[in-house]
């Protein structure tokens, strides 16, 4: 997987996005470690609070096509903003469940570009070991 072209696919992805609300355009690409790459892109709604985010759509996907945690190597989410946008917190609680710790989260703005993960997007994150301790739910 090369930075560059899951970054260009991020931005592809952008320009589907549907933002009539906000006009904020966000594109999000899951390369996944088989190669392929699973994009998304915000998705707004008149009833507000039922927007979803780009980067959740993309991985959403992911595993709707059967991809899991261990599969994906990275993602990318792009956006025209002055500063580089960052994931809001929904959808760090959803990469906390749905993406391997460590795994890169690649932010572009077109003129800058940062890398972080779910550990520094999301410390001390409620997950599912809190439901495995209490006999809750299985591993
Ligand atoms: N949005 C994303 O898709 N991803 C982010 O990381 C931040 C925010 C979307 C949600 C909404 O459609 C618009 O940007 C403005 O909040």
């Known amino acids: ?3 560059e072209i899951l ?3 991020a931005w592809e992805a952008r320009d589907k996005a549907y933002a009539p609300y906000s006009g ?3 594109g ?3 390369a996944t ?3 392929n790459y699973i994009s998304g892109a915000n998705v ?3 009833s507000y609070g039922a927007t979803s985010c780009a980067e959740r759509n993309a991985l959403f996907a992911a595993y709707a096509k059967g991809y899991r945690k261990q599969d994906i190597e ?4 792009t956006a025209a903003s002055e500063r580089i946008c960052t994931p809001c917190g929904i959808c760090r609680q959803v990469f906390a469940e749905l993406l391997a710790e460590d795994v890169p989260v690649i932010l572009s703005n077109g003129k800058e570009t940062a890398c972080t993960n779910t550990k520094e997007l999301l410390p001390d994150q409620f997950d599912s070991s809190f439901l495995e301790e209490e006999g809750l739910c299985e591993a």
């Open 74 to 77: 990275a993602i990318a989410i």
């Open 7 to 9: 970054i260009q696919k």
């Open 24 to 26: 904020f355009q966000v």
């Open 44 to 46: 707004e709604n008149a």
């Open 33 to 35: 470690k088989d190669g």
């Open 1 to 3: 997987m090369k930075t």
């Open 28 to 30: 999000a690409c899951v």
